[in-house]
């Protein structure tokens, strides 16, 4: 399996990328193709004292870079010869399996769109992190802000591109699909949450997903659902608050288990315990987000990732390689589309 790593995507490369991605070469069977400039590749390669490339890595080289203030939606076109770029370029060529980065979501977004294309029939890819509840490896949510405003004929196919992924990837026989609404009644929302719910209601009714309802934001943490479908905008919120919240909870609650001296034996006495909670909350244990409705995997890597999170989005890549995911969407894109309206004469 090869998986192609853009070196200059993210605040820390190409450094913490080129480690990342040795890590991973060392420790799983997979070839790496690390793509940005060869001259920083390599110099990186000696402040990491590496005095050769491990022979599962390989250079390929691009001499432009994405930035951040570059327009994501032109991006990959205003510069052809850009680790991004040519990365996923490779991708859609078929000489790698997978693509992980960390450079502009917007503009990853894009190119994976314009160069490697969509699987036929899904109207819009989405992003889909996973959130560390507990049961069965996490709740996958869908979408977090690649598509701020949709349509039901959207959160339809997220929906089935989340169960997909969760089957998959996650081997979850039937994930359990929950709508994020404001209440559990179906006619709580919007028009646009009624009509999403009548679709997948009516989708769990012919066995297509798993539907359980409506879900409401304070439950999602308890596991209640594997896939959680909402709007990006929605999402998105969602997520930060999530996150926001976890980075609170984690600085009081280390504040107060340094406040005396029976506070810190009350930490020295729980740290295995506190140290599995602070993996299980550790984004960087994940590594990313998968682009979901891609031809082929790609995986997002947080723009601030260092090397250790690089080395688990290169793990994400080879398990979404390795899955089905694409195969399945095709084989059920018909029921995953609303009927094309007649134009009246």
């Given at each position: 399996?090869?998986?192609v790593?853009?070196?200059?995507?993210?605040?820390?490369?190409p450094?913490?990328?080129?480690?990342?991605?040795?890590?991973?070469?060392?420790?799983?069977?997979?070839?790496?193709?690390l793509?940005?400039?060869?001259?920083?590749?390599?110099?990186?390669?000696q402040?990491?004292?590496?005095?050769?490339?491990?022979?599962n890595?390989?250079?390929?080289?691009?001499?432009?870079?994405?930035e951040m203030e570059?327009d994501?939606?032109?991006?990959?076109?205003?510069?052809?010869?850009?680790?991004?770029?040519v990365?996923?370029?490779?991708?859609?060529?078929?000489?790698?399996?997978?693509m992980?980065?960390?450079?502009?979501t917007?503009?990853l977004?894009s190119?994976?769109?314009?160069?490697?294309?969509?699987?036929k029939?899904?109207?819009?890819?989405?992003?889909?992190?996973?959130?560390?509840?507990?049961?069965?490896?996490?709740?996958?949510?869908?979408?977090?802000?690649?598509?701020?405003?949709?349509?039901?004929?959207?959160?339809?196919?997220?929906?089935f591109?989340?169960?997909?992924?969760?089957?998959?990837?996650?081997?979850?026989?039937?994930?359990?699909?929950?709508l994020?609404?404001?209440?559990?009644?179906?006619?709580?929302?919007?028009?646009?949450?009624?009509?999403?719910?009548r679709?997948?209601?009516?989708?769990g009714?012919?066995?297509?997903?798993n539907?359980?309802?409506?879900?409401?934001?304070?439950?999602?943490?308890?596991?209640?659902c594997?896939?959680?479908?909402s709007d990006?905008?929605a999402?998105n919120?969602?997520?930060?608050?999530?996150e926001?919240?976890?980075?609170?909870?984690m600085?009081?609650l280390?504040?107060?288990?340094?406040?005396?001296?029976l506070?810190?034996?009350?930490?020295?006495?729980?740290k295995?315990?506190?140290?599995a909670?602070k993996?299980?909350?550790?984004?960087?244990?994940?590594?990313?987000?998968?682009l979901?409705?891609?031809?082929?995997?790609?995986?997002?890597?947080h723009?601030?990732?260092?090397?250790?999170?690089?080395?688990?989005?290169?793990?994400?890549?080879?398990?979404a390689?390795?899955?089905?995911?694409a195969?399945?969407?095709?084989?059920?894109?018909?029921?995953?589309?609303?009927?094309?309206?007649e134009?009246?004469p």
């Amino acid at each position: 399996m090869k998986i192609v790593v853009d070196a200059m995507g993210g605040d820390n490369a190409p450094l913490e990328i080129v480690k990342g991605a040795v890590m991973a070469a060392r420790e799983f069977p997979v070839d790496i193709i690390l793509v940005g400039r060869g001259e920083d590749i390599l110099r990186s390669l000696q402040e990491l004292g590496e005095g050769d490339l491990p022979a599962n890595v390989e250079i390929a080289n691009a001499s432009q870079v994405i930035e951040m203030e570059d327009d994501p939606a032109t991006a990959t076109k205003a510069k052809p010869d850009s680790s991004m770029t040519v990365g996923l370029r490779l991708l859609k060529d078929g000489k790698a399996d997978a693509m992980v980065s960390a450079g502009s979501t917007g503009a990853l977004l894009s190119g994976a769109t314009l160069v490697v294309k969509r699987v036929k029939g899904v109207r819009r890819a989405c992003l889909a992190p996973i959130l560390p509840t507990p049961g069965n490896g996490g709740t996958l949510m869908v979408d977090v802000g690649a598509n701020a405003e949709c349509t039901p004929e959207y959160l339809l196919q997220f929906a089935f591109l989340g169960s997909f992924f969760m089957k998959s990837v996650r081997h979850l026989e039937a994930p359990r699909v929950g709508l994020l609404n404001i209440g559990a009644e179906e006619t709580k929302g919007s028009e646009l949450y009624k009509e999403a719910h009548r679709l997948l209601k009516d989708a769990g009714a012919q066995g297509r997903i798993n539907f359980i309802g409506n879900v409401e934001a304070r439950d999602v943490m308890d596991g209640v659902c594997d896939v959680l479908v909402s709007d990006g905008f929605a999402g998105n919120i969602f997520l930060k608050s999530v996150e926001g919240m976890g980075l609170y909870f984690m600085r009081e609650l280390k504040g107060m288990l340094k406040k005396g001296a029976l506070s810190k034996l009350a930490a020295l006495i729980l740290k295995k315990d506190l140290m599995a909670l602070k993996k299980q909350l550790n984004s960087e244990e994940v590594g990313g987000t998968a682009l979901l409705g891609i031809q082929k995997p790609v995986i997002k890597a947080h723009g601030s990732s260092k090397a250790y999170a690089i080395r688990s989005a290169v793990r994400q890549a080879m398990e979404a390689a390795e899955s089905p995911m694409a195969e399945e969407i095709a084989a059920n894109i018909e029921y995953m589309k609303l009927p094309e309206k007649e134009e009246t004469p």
